[in-house]
């Protein structure tokens, strides 16, 4: 028998006084029924006592568990191989009665070898996952929860002890155990030959022309000959031989600044024999002001927006679709973005998102300028760009729309698996979401044979739909023309006026078959084909050939994340008339184009139809009501929708005197117009920023950082004075953005270089802590793991608590005591017999004389 809580015992102390009292003064005189209660009282109390201590009832075990800990985090690259060898060596002197169990540990805790009698080894290949921090708390915590909780343990830590995350001293607190045991093995990195730039800064701001002066500081390990190499904006402009000496080193540079906006400026090294390339470069940024840098993207067709903008107030570049940048940095080096009649289809999600975050963040300006290539013909709904502009990419309600039947012929082959077949079922689920409720759509995937996903059949439930599509699996090989051949089948009989297919495919047809003759007949029954080819493994010329047949489009794709664009374009192409092609005067209504106007309004000829946000500002507007420009604010940033084109599209508009200072105040638009106030943002710690306002008039700070890839990268604040705030972020190695602003529309942005961790450099094991845990809990600092299966100095055994029996007894107790009070102590009683009966009978007269004499 245990108690864990013998400060209740001290209860005993006043019922031992009260109850010795009552029996003192009352027990001599008192009766059967009360000596009963006061029993049955005295237990009862005395149970509650007892289990206020929370007893339990305690078994000894034999077993005991021994558990290996193996950290395998980046500092300890190479030296997985030895570690794994000194444990199988240790495991094989484990005794019968011991269990013994493997995990390793970096930033996360993996089970190598679960916790077993019998006799195992570690696998010799051990995955690595997340690698990049040592978190040795919360292994010993996890390690100590696991297995038999009940059995005495002793953990085996082999490790360099120098943590990046958590805190193994603390967690020493939570782990106080009377059957808990930590050894420890120091592990000494293998790397000895290291050379890592640890500081490269560069002005926060500059001039144009302006000499920068670059600062480099290099960490060596021993001697060594070294190339420096310097980049703006991923682009390599410079390198020089360097000499490295053991410690620190530091170099100069100077370098002028040759172009406007935020440039991102990158020092690495190159060295021989070096132990991390991870610890070789860092980032950093700098302003470079300026006049307005614009950004004209063009798509199949050169624009020229260029050559009417006023190139004496902001400098014009143009690039093609195709190489527009995914990085951030790349982004904000301009102040406004216009996208002249490009296609979704030739750009990916990545840069999408990455203008939507530089739009709302950052207050970049962005405009879109109509084409067939552009707005819902171009793919761009449900994207981060239809999101940022002021209008909808759907037409809604004020167009004649055709009859439409659509099947999706979708590859599901295990080719397929992952990320292509994602994006292949959201680029599906997102065409269903575009119909209305009288179009004909179905679904088919195919692998080696055809799944009939959605039936052919009139859109009555979409969510149903996209349900169905969203939980397709994939499956075995690739067998394309019964599937195609079905699809043909189920819209020939049709009597709709657009009757279309999409064939989406990463691989090559088992099977050849006469496709020619397929395609020939479906367009005989109107029945048109559209082909996409994922990878390189698709069989092209087929897909692009059966495209041409079919009277539809190839698409080529090499970017995955392009499919949603793609398949959104040919299903809005066939479902829609979004092109409105005919002359007309558009309205003009009150907005900063006005002025423009004054002499009378030219004749356009066609525009994109789409429909303007309840927030967006209009201030041209066609005869049927559809937006043709359109502007509001998004997030800091402003954009502009114009629904025409730039060429022959907007007809009288390419003649018109205003022509220039049309496209000129679209660009002042764009612009930033906030007032920028130079908050400072200073690094406190690792993961740690400061950041203020110098005149400290601001009352509420708001803070959004940013990545390269334009994800928002989650903060916790801490406001620690007036217009002072504590940023703590977790961000990868790179560049961040800040952007910052208060209750007044302030802002300010900038970018800063968040540097690799220290698990990329080469220290000595932390004997200090190692040892503290060691002796916290009993253990030992060891050279070996010969003595790992020693006998643990504590008691294994399990422990039933009896509190609740305890409770129950006395609660039954109470009861009795209740009904015996209530109802009294009832004793069976033995009945008195006559004095006749006593007698035997008959009697004599002799016998009754000598009765009477008696009494």
Same mark, same amino acid.
């Given at each position: 028998m245990r108690i864990d809580n013998p400060i209740w015992l001290w209860f005993c102390l006043p019922a031992i006084l009260y109850f010795g009292?009552?029996?003192i003064q009352f027990w001599p005189k008192s009766s059967a029924l009360y000596r009963t209660v006061y029993c049955l009282r005295v237990a009862a109390v005395a149970l509650l006592i007892f289990a206020l201590t929370d007893p339990s009832l305690y078994r000894s075990e034999k077993q005991e568990q021994i558990i290996f800990l193996m950290d395998r985090s980046a500092s300890m690259a190479g030296l997985e191989t030895d570690m794994s060898t000194t444990i199988n060596a240790a495991l094989s002197e484990k005794e019968d009665h011991q269990l013994a169990g493997v995990y390793t540990f970096a930033e996360d805790f993996q089970s190598l070898v679960p916790i077993s009698k019998e006799r195992q080894t570690v696998p010799a290949d051990i995955s690595i996952n997340q690698n990049k921090h040592t978190n040795i708390a919360q292994a010993l915590e996890l390690a100590a929860n696991s297995g038999n909780k009940d059995l005495a343990t002793r953990i085996v830590l082999l490790t360099d002890g120098n943590e990046t995350q958590g805190s193994a001293i603390e967690s020493l607190e939570r782990l106080q155990s009377e059957r808990l045991q930590v050894d420890v093995f120091p592990v000494k990195q293998q790397a000895e030959n290291d050379a890592a730039i640890t500081r490269f800064e560069t002005p926060e701001s500059a001039f144009l022309g302006e000499a920068q002066a670059f600062s480099v500081s290099i960490h060596a390990e021993a001697d060594a000959a070294a190339r420096l190499i310097f980049s703006v904006n991923d682009q390599d402009f410079d390198?020089?031989?360097?000499?490295?000496?053991?410690?620190?080193?530091?170099?100069?540079?100077?370098?002028?600044?040759?172009?406007?906006?935020?440039?991102?400026?990158?020092?690495? #090294?190159?060295?021989?024999?070096?132990?991390?390339?991870?610890?070789?470069?860092?980032?950093? #940024?700098t302003d470079i002001g300026g006049t307005p840098?614009?950004?004209?993207?063009? *798509?199949?067709? /050169?624009?020229? #927006?260029?050559?009417?903008?006023?190139?004496?107030?902001?400098?014009?570049?143009?690039?093609?679709?195709?190489?527009?940048?995914?990085?951030?940095?790349?982004?904000?080096?301009?102040?406004?973005?216009?996208?002249?009649?490009v296609?979704?289809?030739? #750009?990916?999600?990545?840069?999408?998102?990455?203008?939507?975050?530089?739009?709302?963040?950052?207050?970049?300006?962005?405009?879109?300028?109509?084409?067939?290539?552009?707005?819902?013909?171009g793919g761009y709904f449900k994207t981060p760009i239809e999101q940022l502009l002021p209008v909808e990419m759907e037409v809604k309600g004020k167009h004649e729309l055709p009859s439409l039947g659509l099947v999706i012929v979708m590859d599901r082959s295990g080719s397929m698996a992952g990320g292509k077949m994602e994006l292949a079922k959201e680029a599906a689920a997102r065409s269903v979401e575009l119909l209305r409720s009288d179009d004909t759509v179905g679904v088919i995937a195919f692998d080696d044979r055809p799944w009939e996903i959605v039936p052919t059949e009139k859109l009555k439930d979409p969510k149903a739909a996209t349900d169905k599509i969203l939980s397709v699996a994939p499956g075995g090989g690739t067998e394309i023309y019964k599937s195609l051949e079905e699809a043909y089948k189920q819209l020939e009989d049709l009597e709709l006026q657009r009757k279309h297919i999409i064939l989406l495919t990463d691989g090559q047809s088992a099977t050849s078959n006469d496709y020619d003759a397929?395609?020939?007949? *479906?367009?005989?029954?109107?029945?048109?084909?559209?082909?996409?080819?994922?990878?390189?493994?698709?069989?092209?010329?087929?897909?692009?050939?059966?495209?041409?047949?079919?009277?539809?489009?190839?698409?080529?794709?090499?970017?995955?994340?392009?499919?949603?664009a793609i398949l959104s374009r040919e299903t809005i192409m066939m479902s829609r008339t979004y092109i409105v092609d005919k002359p007309f005067y558009p309205t003009v209504y009150s907005s900063k184009w006005n002025p423009l106007f004054s002499d009378g309004i030219p004749q356009m000829n066609a525009y994109i139809a789409t429909t303007a946000k309840g927030t967006a500002s209009v201030a041209l507007e066609s005869?049927?009501?559809?937006?043709?420009?359109?502007?509001?604010?998004?997030?800091?940033?402003?954009?502009?929708?114009?629904?025409?084109?730039?060429?022959?599209?907007?007809?009288?508009?390419?003649?018109? /005197?205003?022509?220039?200072?049309?496209?000129?105040?679209?660009?002042?638009?764009?612009?930033?117009?906030?007032?920028?106030v130079p908050f400072s943002v200073a690094k406190k710690a690792q993961g740690i920023y400061t950041v203020e306002d110098p005149s400290h008039s601001s009352a509420i700070l708001d803070i959004t950082v940013v990545d390269e890839k334009g994800d928002e990268v989650p903060i916790q604040t801490q406001p620690i004075a007036p217009g002072?705030?504590?940023?703590?972020?977790?961000a990868e190695p790179g560049l961040v953005f800040f952007s910052i602003s208060n209750e007044t529309g302030a802002a300010y942005k900038t970018g800063l270089a968040v540097p690799y961790g220290d698990e990329y450099r080469i220290d000595e094991p932390n004997m200090a802590m190692l040892t503290a845990i060691a002796e916290r809990t009993g253990g030992t600092v060891a050279d070996s793991l010969d003595e790992v299966f020693r006998n643990l100095p504590y008691e294994s055994g399990t422990k039933q608590p009896i509190r609740h029996n305890l409770l129950l007894f006395a609660m039954i107790l109470f009861f009795i005591d209740i009904t015996l009070r209530r109802f009294g102590l009832k004793l069976p009683k033995k009945p008195l017999k006559r004095a006749a009966e006593t007698e035997k009978s008959p009697r004599t007269v002799e016998q009754l004389i000598k009765a009477k004499k008696r009494s």
């Amino acid at each position: 028998m245990r108690i864990d809580n013998p400060i209740w015992l001290w209860f005993c102390l006043p019922a031992i006084l009260y109850f010795g009292l009552v029996a003192i003064q009352f027990w001599p005189k008192s009766s059967a029924l009360y000596r009963t209660v006061y029993c049955l009282r005295v237990a009862a109390v005395a149970l509650l006592i007892f289990a206020l201590t929370d007893p339990s009832l305690y078994r000894s075990e034999k077993q005991e568990q021994i558990i290996f800990l193996m950290d395998r985090s980046a500092s300890m690259a190479g030296l997985e191989t030895d570690m794994s060898t000194t444990i199988n060596a240790a495991l094989s002197e484990k005794e019968d009665h011991q269990l013994a169990g493997v995990y390793t540990f970096a930033e996360d805790f993996q089970s190598l070898v679960p916790i077993s009698k019998e006799r195992q080894t570690v696998p010799a290949d051990i995955s690595i996952n997340q690698n990049k921090h040592t978190n040795i708390a919360q292994a010993l915590e996890l390690a100590a929860n696991s297995g038999n909780k009940d059995l005495a343990t002793r953990i085996v830590l082999l490790t360099d002890g120098n943590e990046t995350q958590g805190s193994a001293i603390e967690s020493l607190e939570r782990l106080q155990s009377e059957r808990l045991q930590v050894d420890v093995f120091p592990v000494k990195q293998q790397a000895e030959n290291d050379a890592a730039i640890t500081r490269f800064e560069t002005p926060e701001s500059a001039f144009l022309g302006e000499a920068q002066a670059f600062s480099v500081s290099i960490h060596a390990e021993a001697d060594a000959a070294a190339r420096l190499i310097f980049s703006v904006n991923d682009q390599d402009f410079d390198q020089k031989e360097v000499s490295l000496s053991a410690g620190s080193n530091v170099f100069s540079y100077s370098y002028p600044a040759e172009e406007e906006g935020l440039a991102k400026y990158e020092a690495r #090294i190159e060295v021989a024999e070096d132990a991390f390339l991870e610890n070789n470069r860092l980032a950093s #940024i700098t302003d470079i002001g300026g006049t307005p840098e614009v950004l004209v993207v063009e *798509g199949a067709e /050169k624009s020229p #927006i260029p050559a009417v903008l006023d190139r004496e107030r902001i400098n014009v570049s143009e690039m093609a679709a195709t190489q527009l940048p995914q990085n951030l940095s790349s982004i904000l080096g301009y102040d406004a973005v216009i996208f002249d009649n490009v296609p979704a289809t030739s #750009i990916g999600e990545q840069q999408m998102a990455v203008i939507e975050q530089a739009v709302k963040q950052f207050g970049l300006g962005f405009m879109m300028v109509g084409g067939d290539q552009s707005y819902g013909l171009g793919g761009y709904f449900k994207t981060p760009i239809e999101q940022l502009l002021p209008v909808e990419m759907e037409v809604k309600g004020k167009h004649e729309l055709p009859s439409l039947g659509l099947v999706i012929v979708m590859d599901r082959s295990g080719s397929m698996a992952g990320g292509k077949m994602e994006l292949a079922k959201e680029a599906a689920a997102r065409s269903v979401e575009l119909l209305r409720s009288d179009d004909t759509v179905g679904v088919i995937a195919f692998d080696d044979r055809p799944w009939e996903i959605v039936p052919t059949e009139k859109l009555k439930d979409p969510k149903a739909a996209t349900d169905k599509i969203l939980s397709v699996a994939p499956g075995g090989g690739t067998e394309i023309y019964k599937s195609l051949e079905e699809a043909y089948k189920q819209l020939e009989d049709l009597e709709l006026q657009r009757k279309h297919i999409i064939l989406l495919t990463d691989g090559q047809s088992a099977t050849s078959n006469d496709y020619d003759a397929l395609i020939e007949a *479906g367009i005989e029954n109107n029945v048109t084909l559209s082909t996409v080819s994922i990878g390189q493994d698709a069989d092209k010329g087929l897909l692009e050939g059966m495209a041409g047949s079919g009277n539809g489009r190839f698409y080529d794709v090499t970017d995955a994340t392009t499919i949603p664009a793609i398949l959104s374009r040919e299903t809005i192409m066939m479902s829609r008339t979004y092109i409105v092609d005919k002359p007309f005067y558009p309205t003009v209504y009150s907005s900063k184009w006005n002025p423009l106007f004054s002499d009378g309004i030219p004749q356009m000829n066609a525009y994109i139809a789409t429909t303007a946000k309840g927030t967006a500002s209009v201030a041209l507007e066609s005869e049927e009501e559809d937006p043709i420009l359109a502007t509001w604010n998004y997030g800091l940033g402003k954009t502009v929708a114009y629904t025409s084109g730039s060429g022959a599209w907007s007809g009288g508009f390419q003649t018109w /005197k205003n022509w220039p200072a049309f496209w000129n105040r679209n660009v002042s638009e764009l612009l930033p117009a906030f007032e920028e106030v130079p908050f400072s943002v200073a690094k406190k710690a690792q993961g740690i920023y400061t950041v203020e306002d110098p005149s400290h008039s601001s009352a509420i700070l708001d803070i959004t950082v940013v990545d390269e890839k334009g994800d928002e990268v989650p903060i916790q604040t801490q406001p620690i004075a007036p217009g002072k705030v504590e940023v703590a972020l977790d961000a990868e190695p790179g560049l961040v953005f800040f952007s910052i602003s208060n209750e007044t529309g302030a802002a300010y942005k900038t970018g800063l270089a968040v540097p690799y961790g220290d698990e990329y450099r080469i220290d000595e094991p932390n004997m200090a802590m190692l040892t503290a845990i060691a002796e916290r809990t009993g253990g030992t600092v060891a050279d070996s793991l010969d003595e790992v299966f020693r006998n643990l100095p504590y008691e294994s055994g399990t422990k039933q608590p009896i509190r609740h029996n305890l409770l129950l007894f006395a609660m039954i107790l109470f009861f009795i005591d209740i009904t015996l009070r209530r109802f009294g102590l009832k004793l069976p009683k033995k009945p008195l017999k006559r004095a006749a009966e006593t007698e035997k009978s008959p009697r004599t007269v002799e016998q009754l004389i000598k009765a009477k004499k008696r009494s």
